[in-house]
Structure formats: structure tokens, C-alpha cells
């Protein structure tokens, strides 16, 4: 039974998975977006997520204690600057893990691992769409297009079958 047991090894030392963690959470951080297995992305995530919670309040302590962490001050600058601007105002879970396929090597299974709010594809924020958003209800039904089609093309059945008739 592994009651307790919420740390992923990694199949590495203490010393190596810190490294290796901090090395994934310093390249999300200036990427945005990367590549791994998903068993690191997973771990990466639990790391950099508590990071994250810190950055949105801007001290002293919480800068020492991210710096702690990441150990690299172009990253901790990025993280509270651009990346605690835009998820300010949400509560938590600021990355999300996507399977992208199995890797052709040795077959592992690989993520893609990403911030949520830097992705215009899924947050709808392009700049396209901005002002536009439609709301969406789970009402049955025909939309006004589809009967207005519906009775043209019913008078014009009529109108044909009218038509049949006096020929007769």
C-alpha cells in the first residue's frame, strides 16, 4: 500500500530531482509552454503551482522564497511580472498537462505542459473574438436560419405541387 506517499521519485535522488525540477520550472517559466513526459510534467506541476500562488503577492519574502526555489533571477522576474499580471484574479490551477502521444524511442508517454492563460486557442482571448462572445445555452430547438429555410422551402413545395395539379 503506498498510504502517504505523494512525491514522485522519479526513479532519481533527492538532489537530482530537485535539479531537474527547477531546471523544467525555470524553462515553463520563460517558454510558457514545454515538452516532457508526463510523469515530470505532473510532478512540475505540484512544484510550480505553489510558486505561482506566491508571485501573485508581490513582497520581499515571497521574491526570497521563489528565488529560493528557482535559483535564477531572470525567471523569478518573469514570474512576477507577466505571469502573475495575467492569473491575478484566478484562484488556482494556473498549468495544464495535454498528452501529446508516446515518444518513438522507448515509448514513453509525453505531455505537453503549459500555462492556461497564455494559450489564446483555449482562453478564447484572440484578438479576433475580443467583444464577441455569444452565450451558449443547452436549450433545444430550431435557430431562427433553420425555419425560415424550413417554410421557404415548404411554400415551394407548395407552390410546385399547385403547379402539378393545373397541368392536370
Known amino acids: 500500500m503506498r ?19 527547477k531546471n523544467l520550472a525555470n524553462a515553463l517559466i520563460e517558454h510558457k509552454r514545454i515538452n516532457t513526459t508526463v510523469a515530470k510534467a505532473k510532478a512540475l506541476r ?24 528557482l535559483q535564477n533571477k531572470y ?10 499580471r495575467r492569473v491575478g484574479e484566478r484562484p ?8 501529446t502521444g508516446f515518444r518513438k524511442g522507448d515509448g514513453a508517454e509525453m505531455a505537453m505542459i503549459e500555462f492556461v492563460d497564455f494559450n489564446e486557442i483555449y482562453s478564447g482571448k484572440s484578438s479576433g473574438t475580443e467583444g ?6 443547452r436549450r433545444g430547438g430550431k435557430n431562427k436560419s433553420s425555419d425560415t429555410a424550413a417554410a421557404v422551402a415548404s411554400t415551394a ?12
Open 157 to 168: 413545395v407548395a407552390e410546385k405541387i399547385d403547379d402539378v395539379k393545373e397541368e392536370e
Open 132 to 137: 464577441k462572445k455569444k452565450k451558449r445555452r
Open 92 to 99: 488556482g490551477g494556473y498549468v495544464r498537462v495535454l498528452k
Open 46 to 69: 505540484r512544484y510550480i503551482e505553489p510558486l505561482v500562488t506566491k508571485a501573485k503577492d508581490n513582497t520581499m519574502h515571497n521574491r526570497r522564497v521563489v528565488f529560493s526555489y
Open 3 to 21: 498510504h502517504g506517499k505523494k512525491v514522485n521519485h522519479l526513479g532519481r535522488k533527492s538532489a537530482h530531482r530537485k535539479a531537474l525540477l
Open 75 to 84: 525567471a523569478v522576474t518573469e514570474l512576477f511580472t507577466e505571469v502573475a
